[in-house]
């Protein structure tokens, strides 16, 4: 769970225990993909999908170059509004933002924004490992995307004992799922839990509940923090 969903509940008066099961760490890059880092100037566009996916970049951008500095040639399109905070807090301002915080919101609207280029761009699109390919395809007929996965999402060595234990014995009010691969960490966690009470950050991570046998109690139609708990409120007042 992020912080911001954290404090928005807290906030709300909510107790709120974290159990991660998702950790995420950078890639060991090939020779051939730090040297992307190095020749920035050739693209025309950098596309950045998540805050995580943010700190990353500029940290191995640091590693390479000994500096954060990119091409001033170089548009940056992001993903959501948290994404366009983070990548700001780097002193960059992003060229393009789409409104929604999934692939799918973005990929028609970038792709169209890219048709009105007199050349066809080359884009950089840093990543995670487990990302879909849902941005490079939509992009396959009006630009030369080249993916580059920069970190890559595991399960937790360690996990809470004690919360497990709540989780297992239904002491809770709702489960808070923000991506497929929790959902998946989940499963493997807890193979024997199908009833359960959950939340979902998005239809995307809603999906990956069905089709894992759950039956989410919440969607957020708005798939961002915010919309998460907002949603959850409303679930409650609804019930009272």
């Not at 959950?198 to 894992?212: L, S």
Request: glycine share 4%.
């Amino acid at each position: 769970m992020s912080n911001e969903i954290n404090c928005l509940l807290t906030e709300k008066g909510a107790a709120v225990l974290e159990f991660p099961l998702i950790e995420i760490s950078k890639t060991q890059l090939s020779f051939t993909e730090k040297k992307q880092f190095t020749r920035l100037n050739q693209f025309q566009w950098l596309i950045l999908t998540s805050s995580n996916g943010v700190w990353i970049f500029f940290e191995i951008l640091q590693e390479i170059n000994g500096n954060q500095k990119l091409p001033e040639n170089l548009k940056i399109a992001a993903i959501g509004e948290k994404t366009k905070e983070t990548l700001e807090s780097f002193g960059y301002r992003a060229a393009f933002v789409n409104p929604g915080a999934t692939a799918e919101d973005f990929s028609e609207p970038f792709a169209n924004r890219l048709k009105t280029e007199t050349t066809k761009p080359k884009v950089l699109l840093p990543v995670g490992n487990l990302a879909r390919t849902v941005i490079q395809s939509s992009l396959k007929e009006v630009a030369n995307c080249t993916r580059i996965n920069i970190y890559q999402t595991e399960m937790p060595l360690k996990t809470d004992k004690n919360i497990a234990e709540r989780i297992k014995n239904n002491r809770y009010d709702m489960l808070i799922f923000t991506s497929p691969s929790g959902i998946r960490n989940f499963v493997k966690t807890f193979p024997k839990l199908k009833n359960i009470s959950m939340a979902c950050i998005g239809d995307i991570t809603a999906g990956a509940a069905i089709n894992n046998g759950f039956h989410p109690l919440i969607v957020a139609e708005n798939s961002s923090s915010k919309g998460i708990v907002e949603s959850i409120l409303n679930y409650y007042i609804s019930k009272t």
